[in-house]
């Protein structure tokens, strides 16, 4: 129950040169991978590794790998799939058939099972799936915790998971903590991650927002709705965003349920690093504060979240095929950091998630188009590329 994420690829107008610094590709991969260690990763942090990709991902010879933040190749390419690290450890594939591991920094496979599906680690627990389709909580030591029957989920998030019960006509929501016991029972509609401490749930009947916390008990039953965009809602400091009837109407609340920004915007999104981005009437995004004090003025056809100071911003629609000159990425004064070079249009990634247009761990992972060619690698906020590699 996560936002959607929708992973965007994107095409960029010609670089100057001149301005870039010095790059690592594909040829540097022989000497620089060979004498790097895990001492000598930034931070000597397995999660400061970031994914990439050899080819275009629809080539049957693609494969992906890692590199620090430096752009050193640590991890060749050779999987079919290559998730983000977390809490040390990624998940990856080496073919549709092969099931799913976990590695460490150094590409080593960690514990011995493969699984059908193997998620992200977080709060020291990763959900799994074995080959009879059945759900199960692992630790960081490989140790299953609890089997999950006949229940779905995916991600811990503030020490509890969300599971999702699917009794053959209708699914419902509860909640399960660190040991796999399900402590709140599968009863909700519609149920958020608990962040903060509390989590925010709805029942089709009644289409409004209740507050509960990790006891299950109910501290606010609201009048309001979720709001329409992204159905991400969550409690981020402090605050959730509501909806009064699924019109244009969208505002803040707290856990008390009182408003504390007005229903004035036609859509609203969770608050990121203290800013939030809104819609006005016009259909142009802004940011607010949690006064809803405008810190940056409505003027983008769609912005993204702020993650690291930095957020993408688009002066043309996101969702329209190969839209030329269309993204470039600010900071929290609103400041153009990063000029409108991108182009973007969707395409899902089988190869992991690279998370593109977003800021994570010091890198923006971006295509571009120069010399006649598509390539793909990862910049800074000062618009220099860190790693490149030619897709086409």
Not at 115 to 138: E, H, L
Not at 162 to 179: C, E, H, P, R, S
Request: aromatic fraction near 14%.
């Amino acid at each position: 129950m996560n936002k959607v994420y929708f992973l965007l690829s994107l095409s960029m107008l010609i670089f100057l040169s001149s301005c870039l610094q010095p790059i690592k590709t594909l040829n540097d991969l022989p000497n620089e991978t060979q004498s790097t260690t895990f001492d000598d990763l930034p931070n000597a942090d397995s999660d400061h590794l970031y994914p990439f990709i050899n080819k275009i991902v629809y080539d049957e010879d693609c494969r992906a790998g890692y590199i620090d933040a430096a752009g050193n190749i640590i991890i060749e390419p050779k999987y079919t799939y290559a998730g983000r690290f977390s809490e040390g450890f990624a998940s990856v594939s080496e073919g549709e058939d092969s099931g799913y591991y976990y590695i460490d920094s150094m590409g080593r496979k960690v514990f011995d099972e493969v699984f059908k599906y193997a998620g992200s680690f977080s709060c020291g627990r990763a959900v799994i799936m074995d080959s009879d389709d059945n759900y199960s909580i692992i630790d960081t030591d490989g140790e299953i915790i609890a089997a999950l029957e006949d229940i779905r989920t995916w991600r811990y998030a503030d020490d509890m998971l969300l599971v999702m019960l699917n009794n053959g006509t209708d699914i419902k929501f509860g909640y399960a903590d660190l040991n796999g016991k399900i402590v709140i029972p599968p009863i909700y509609d519609y149920a958020t991650d608990f962040h903060e401490g509390f989590a925010a749930v709805s029942s089709y009947d009644e289409q409004k927002i209740q507050i509960i916390n990790k006891h299950g008990d109910t501290v606010l039953d609201s009048d309001y709705g979720f709001d329409v965009i992204g159905f991400a809602d969550r409690i981020a400091d402090g605050l959730i965003c509501v909806n009064r009837h699924s019109g244009h109407n969208a505002g803040y609340i707290d856990i008390k349920g009182n408003i504390i920004i007005p229903l004035q915007f036609m859509y609203a999104e969770d608050f990121s690093e203290g800013l939030a981005r809104v819609c006005d009437e016009n259909g142009l995004w802004g940011f607010i504060d949690k006064t809803g004090k405008y810190v940056i003025e409505p003027q983008f056809t769609w912005a993204g979240d702020f993650n690291e100071g930095v957020a993408a911003v688009y002066k043309s629609d996101p969702y329209s095929a190969d839209v030329k000159n269309g993204v470039g990425f600010i900071d929290k004064n609103g400041a153009l950091i990063i000029d409108y070079m991108y182009s973007t249009f969707y395409a899902a990634d089988p190869k992991g998630d690279l998370e593109l247009l977003n800021k994570a761990d010091g890198l923006i992972d971006v295509m571009w188009e120069r010399e006649g060619g598509i390539w793909r690698g990862y910049i800074n906020d000062n618009n220099e590329i860190i790693f490149e590699v030619k897709l086409i």
